[in-house]
């Protein structure tokens, strides 16, 4: 049986090595004005830099410290799983590696909590993220809301604090396509946010999340979240459907009545080259999908821990 903390704080490790000591630096300075029972987990998710010896150093002198060493890299909402599977905090805080997340705003969190929250989100007022990352971070809610028909808050990630029984119900969910926002949400209780500042990553290197990564994002949390694509694939279909029958028609018509109609290769070739497009991006919709079955129907975890520290320890 888990023995309970007052405060867990989750935190997902990729190309964190840099700030990690200042990191913990800062947590211990704020949690230690809250409670005396908490701890830190710290997920490596397979990072390139050698943040995992820095983590097994930390480990070794502060048993407050719980260090995760996941087998590859699975995804920072992957390795947030695996943090919060191990949390035994009454309260669980989630936040980044970079110090754009300040922990000095953990108090207010947690205050927040204390009045009967279940979730409360760091509302980021000012971003600070260069023009690109601001641009396809834009481009990935709007084409989501979209999509999805939900209505996201680009100024909101993962970076808040959560009661223990929401963590309890996030756990038990299987979804093979995982978005730590997107299943809080789903899960619904008792929500709010409070505003935060937002600083700029404490290494003034740039985000990990590539344009790639954002885009394979925003189609695993689409045809997650909805069926959105296939009602429109039907749509399209049955529009494309309605066209051919009136193209006949005229062409009926024009045969019988004497009227022009233009003949050419060309115009069949078109017509031929966009029915078949239309046909493959359809039937590359519905593959989404039953690959998205084919992935969960496996029943694979969704992160395999290879290496722990300090887990168990009081």
Request: hydrophobic share 45%; aromatic share 12%.
């Amino acid at each position: 049986m888990k023995q309970k903390k007052e405060i867990s704080v989750v935190i997902p490790e990729y190309c964190g090595e840099s700030m990690l000591a200042e990191l913990l630096k800062r947590l211990h300075a704020v949690l230690q004005t809250l409670t005396d029972s908490y701890e830190i987990i710290l997920v490596n998710d397979c990072s390139p830099d050698n943040v995992w010896e820095a983590i097994r150093q930390v480990c070794a002198i502060d048993k407050r410290v719980v260090g995760l060493n996941l087998s590859r890299n699975f995804g920072e909402h992957y390795a947030i799983s695996a943090g919060l599977s191990y949390a035994k905090g009454e309260y669980i805080v989630v936040m980044d590696c970079d110090l754009q997340n300040r922990p000095e705003d953990i108090p207010a969190l947690y205050q927040k909590a204390k009045e009967g929250w279940d979730v409360v989100h760091a509302r980021r007022v000012h971003k600070k993220f260069g023009f690109l990352k601001r641009m396809s971070s834009s481009m990935f809610h709007a084409v989501y809301d979209w999509m999805t028909g939900h209505k996201s808050d680009s100024s909101i990630a993962e970076f808040g604090i959560y009661s223990a029984r929401i963590i309890r119900e996030y756990n038990k969910l299987g979804e093979v396509a995982r978005s730590f926002n997107f299943l809080i949400e789903f899960l619904g209780f008792r929500v709010t946010a409070i505003d935060v500042t937002h600083d700029s990553r404490a290494d003034g290197g740039g985000s990990s999340y590539t344009f790639r990564k954002l885009f394979r994002l925003a189609m695993d949390s689409i045809i997650a979240d909805s069926t959105r694509p296939l009602k429109m694939a039907v749509v399209t279909g049955f529009a494309m459907s309605f066209l051919s029958v009136l193209m006949a028609a005229y062409n009926v018509i024009a045969y019988f009545f004497e009227l022009h109609t233009v003949r050419g290769y060309t115009t069949t070739i078109f017509s031929i080259w966009f029915a078949c497009g239309l046909l493959l991006f359809m039937m590359g919709i519905l593959g989404l999908y039953i690959g998205r079955i084919f992935d969960q129907v496996k029943a694979r975890p969704i992160f395999i821990v290879m290496d722990e520290l300090n887990v168990g320890e009081d």
